[in-house]
């Protein structure tokens, strides 16, 4: 019998579980992919906003300005990375209006040190913006973190200190009992647990109806991006919004975390909730938007994707008790990755309230090691690791520095990568301009070698995403 189990190990599940695990709980995370971060959390913009956008008063808001409060704390503590670039919603002639209502409801949100730029200031902080750009609203608080590894590095920390994990474990059917609840799943395991914590994103409609709670539904919103080399990273400094509107914040312009620049989300109201394809419009409206922003935007594109918003049906972030002890988290849409500092904390106070929760362990973790690079480390600190250990001197992937040491590493370290995909969002390896077309054949065999399995049955991303058929030559045993 669990005390808690969380459903979905997005960057809100995976947050819940890091904050509960300090206490004495049997926790479970349940996840219905082969990783974490496999829905919203593993593509979206990765802009933690200073919170001025959401409507003043409404949970978007108050979760939005607190979140990006705990955020920058809480990456150094599990050793994701944070960046404070502050961000500018550009305004062109007309817009005037809109930025000034922009900046009022910021001031009435809480959010500390906006301003209003006029063009000159502008185009003196960020001197690629259009010229046709007259005006701004600048937010320095505002950031940008790379969410899946947030999320990743959250759910170590919460295994570290106990909690379980099942990836490709989706949730199916809840059953009431005596003690709380019985939780199956597609694979036939089924668990039982006093608590559940609805964090399955854009199926958290569907996970609520399982107790009887069908009082909001979630749909899906596609965005589709463009991400480009990192030579055109330092294309802007700031992460660039135009006005938002009904649909939005509209396509942006940022540099990511990790140094390349990327370019999205489109908008579309779709009702295919898996639906991820990237469109040859889409990718035009990006590029189109992209270029009205900062006209010199290169097709320096490396890979493109879409993301799913899982857009609730009350408008706002629905968080409430679908049944007793079962708390709901759905219609976490933008600005949710901001947030989910701020939800996690929320949970930690209601099922300490709820009495789920309440004695500390006597001795929990609550840092990880930074996830430090080995191409980011001096020739010096390079050769220490080496010295110790050859691993890390073997370079496996040639676009982004990555060593044979690193992958290892990602196979055995809290959570473990059981994918070719999984290894890529722990240490890059495959992420650069090739894409893994020279690194895949080597990782492949590492992760066959992890798991004990023949090097056809590793999978990309998942059940039956097979990269290999066979041997081309030689030994086909
Ligand atoms: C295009 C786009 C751009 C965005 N940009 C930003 C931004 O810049 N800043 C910001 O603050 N927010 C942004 N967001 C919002 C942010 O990404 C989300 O709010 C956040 O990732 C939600 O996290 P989550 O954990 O609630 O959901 P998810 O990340 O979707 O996680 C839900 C998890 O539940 C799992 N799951 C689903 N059903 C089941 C089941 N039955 N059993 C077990 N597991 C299940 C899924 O596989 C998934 O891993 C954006 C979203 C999108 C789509």
Do not use: W
């Amino acid at each position: 019998m669990y005390d808690i189990i969380i459903i979905g190990g997005g960057v809100v599940g995976a947050l819940c579980a890091e904050a509960l695990s300090k206490y004495d709980a049997k926790i479970l995370l349940l996840e219905a992919s082969y990783d974490l971060a496999a829905g919203a959390t593993g593509a979206n913009s990765g802009i933690v906003h200073a919170g001025f956008d959401a409507k003043t008063g409404s949970l978007k808001a108050k979760f939005n300005v607190r979140g990006a409060e705990l955020m920058p704390a809480l990456c150094k503590r599990l050793g994701a990375g944070y960046k404070n670039n502050g961000s500018l919603v550009i305004g062109f002639s007309g817009d005037e209006e809109q930025l000034a209502e922009l900046y009022a409801r910021g001031v009435e949100n809480g959010v500390k040190e906006l301003a209003l730029l006029g063009k000159e200031e502008l185009h003196k902080i960020e001197p690629n913006v259009s010229p046709d750009a007259v005006a701004a609203l600048y937010a320095p608080t505002a950031g940008i973190v790379c969410p899946y590894s947030l999320a990743i590095a959250a759910a170590g920390v919460a295994m570290d200190n106990g909690t379980e994990l099942e990836y490709n474990c989706r949730v199916t059917g809840i059953e009431k009992t005596e003690k709380g609840y019985k939780v199956g799943c597609e694979n036939g395991k089924f668990f039982e647990t006093k608590y559940i914590i609805n964090c399955a994103g854009l199926h958290s409609d569907d996970i609520a109806a399982l107790v009887g709670d069908t009082s909001f539904t979630v749909t899906p919103r596609r965005g589709e991006y463009i991400l480009l080399d990192r030579t055109q990273g330092g294309t802007v400094s700031h992460t660039v919004f135009v006005c938002p509107s009904a649909m939005g914040k509209g396509i942006l312009v940022s540099p990511t975390f990790d140094g390349n620049l990327i370019l999205g989300p489109t908008s579309e109201n779709v009702t295919d909730k898996e639906d991820k394809k990237t469109t040859y419009e889409g990718l035009q409206k990006v590029l189109e938007g992209a270029r009205r922003s900062v006209p010199g935007v290169r097709a320096a594109a490396i890979t493109s994707f879409t993301g799913l918003r899982a857009v609730g049906s009350t408008g706002d972030f629905i968080i409430r008790k679908s049944a007793d002890n079962f708390l709901t988290f759905a219609g976490i849409e933008s600005p949710g990755l901001s947030s989910a500092p701020a939800l996690a904390e929320y949970a930690e106070q209601t099922l300490l309230s709820d009495g789920a929760v309440s004695k500390k362990k006597d001795c929990y973790k609550t840092e990880r090691r930074p996830a430090k690079f080995m191409s980011e480390l001096s020739f010096d600190e390079k050769n220490e690791y080496i010295k110790k250990d050859p691993a890390y001197g073997r370079i496996v992937c040639r676009c982004e520095e990555v060593t044979e040491g690193e992958i290892r590493d990602a196979l055995i370290n809290n959570p473990p990568a059981k994918t070719l995909d999984a290894v890529k969002r722990r240490v890059r390896a495959g992420m650069g301009r090739c894409q893994g077309g020279f690194c895949s054949p080597v990782v492949i065999g590492m992760i066959a070698d992890r798991l004990g399995i023949p090097y056809e049955r590793v999978e990309k991303c998942g059940e039956g995403s097979y990269i290999t058929t066979g041997r081309t030559k030689g030994d086909v045993k």
